[in-house]
């Protein structure tokens, strides 16, 4: 599947390099998780631009994932950035990957227990229902 990734360097000459790299990581982690686009911004703050910003923005189905990192070298930055957001990343997976995971079994088990009773006693229940419905005027 093809992700879309923007990538803004602010105030940086290498930021040819400093975007590749950015890419190359972010790929590397991508490649595991669902993600459908991602945007990062690195900039620079303080009087000479000594503390790197680096920020992440992934979107994956249902959510959207914010990441913000501070550092005094742009690649510590992303580096950082990098082991949250996978960090993030699978948690995100753990959760929705297969939401309702246990319910499900739960239902599982109820649907064993259920061909237990007697099967007259619910196809009774839903002939009553059915035939109520039919009455009802449309």
Same mark, same amino acid.
């Given at each position: #599947?093809?992700?879309?990734?923007?990538? /803004?360097?602010? *105030?940086?000459?290498? $930021? %040819?390099? +400093? /975007? @590749?790299? +950015?890419? #190359?990581?972010?790929?590397?982690?991508?490649? !595991?998780?669902?993600?459908? @686009?991602?945007?990062?911004?690195?900039? /620079? $703050?303080? @009087?000479?631009?000594?503390?790197?910003?680096?920020?992440?923005?992934?979107?994956?189905?249902?959510?959207?994932?914010?990441? !913000?990192?501070?550092?005094? %070298?742009? *690649?510590?930055?992303?580096?950082?950035?990098?082991?949250?957001?996978? &960090?993030?990343? &699978?948690? *995100? &997976?753990?959760?929705?990957? *297969?939401?309702?995971?246990?319910?499900?079994? &739960?239902? $599982?088990? %109820?649907?064993?227990?259920?061909?237990?009773?007697?099967?007259?006693?619910?196809?009774? #229940?839903? %002939?009553?229902?059915?035939? #109520? $419905?039919?009455?009802?005027?449309?």
């Amino acid at each position: #599947t093809a992700m879309n990734i923007r990538i /803004q360097v602010r *105030h940086d000459a290498t $930021e %040819d390099r +400093i /975007q @590749s790299y +950015i890419t #190359t990581e972010f790929n590397h982690i991508a490649s !595991k998780f669902q993600v459908v @686009s991602a945007e990062f911004i690195l900039d /620079q $703050e303080g @009087s000479n631009g000594h503390l790197k910003t680096f920020e992440g923005i992934i979107h994956v189905p249902g959510d959207t994932i914010r990441v !913000k990192e501070h550092a005094e %070298d742009a *690649h510590l930055a992303v580096d950082i950035s990098m082991k949250v957001i996978e &960090k993030l990343l &699978k948690k *995100h &997976k753990e959760t929705y990957a *297969h939401p309702g995971g246990l319910i499900r079994h &739960k239902i $599982e088990r %109820d649907r064993v227990d259920d061909r237990s009773s007697t099967v007259d006693e619910r196809s009774s #229940t839903v %002939d009553e229902r059915s035939s #109520t $419905e039919a009455e009802q005027p449309s």
